[in-house]
């Protein structure tokens, strides 16, 4: 397995195919909201399992993390929690001292078990009901 860290033009193909297998494909997210031109900016989480992209994630320059997707036969296994662990130590490592998310209500409990607040009131993104959901970094673990 590989994870790492890395901008969006090393990965661009295997994050976007990913993407579109989870959010347009499964989810039925319209393509024109998939992507919306912040990918090049962002730093992105990769894992890869035998060469192939099982999960992936953003962190944008804002400090807000999202696009984490992982492939359906890979999902369950601790792939998402790792997306999410690097992009957070991504963020520790841009000085960021809190990362923001909008979360699925579906994925409210995987993101609470990994110490996400929510708050605000549910909303719509793409059809799909969501909240806010905040984590403030523990910036002397690096």
Aim: hydrophobic share 40%; charged share 20%.
């Amino acid at each position: 397995m590989k994870n790492n860290v890395a901008d969006f033009a090393t990965h661009s193909a295997a994050i976007s195919s990913l993407r579109d297998r989870v959010f347009v494909q499964e989810q039925h997210v319209p393509p024109e909201l998939e992507t919306d031109g912040l990918d090049p900016q962002c730093r992105h989480a990769v894992i890869f399992v035998q060469g192939e992209l099982v999960a992936t994630g953003r962190l944008t320059p804002d400090g807000h993390l999202g696009r984490i997707a992982v492939a359906k036969p890979f999902r369950g296994q601790g792939f998402g929690a790792q997306v999410v662990a690097a992009l957070e130590q991504a963020a520790r490592t841009a000085e960021m001292g809190e990362v923001e998310l909008a979360a699925q209500l579906a994925a409210i409990p995987f993101y609470e078990k990994l110490g996400y607040r929510g708050y605000g009131a549910t909303f719509m993104d793409a059809g799909i009901e969501h909240i806010h959901m905040n984590k403030v970094l523990n910036t002397d673990s690096q």
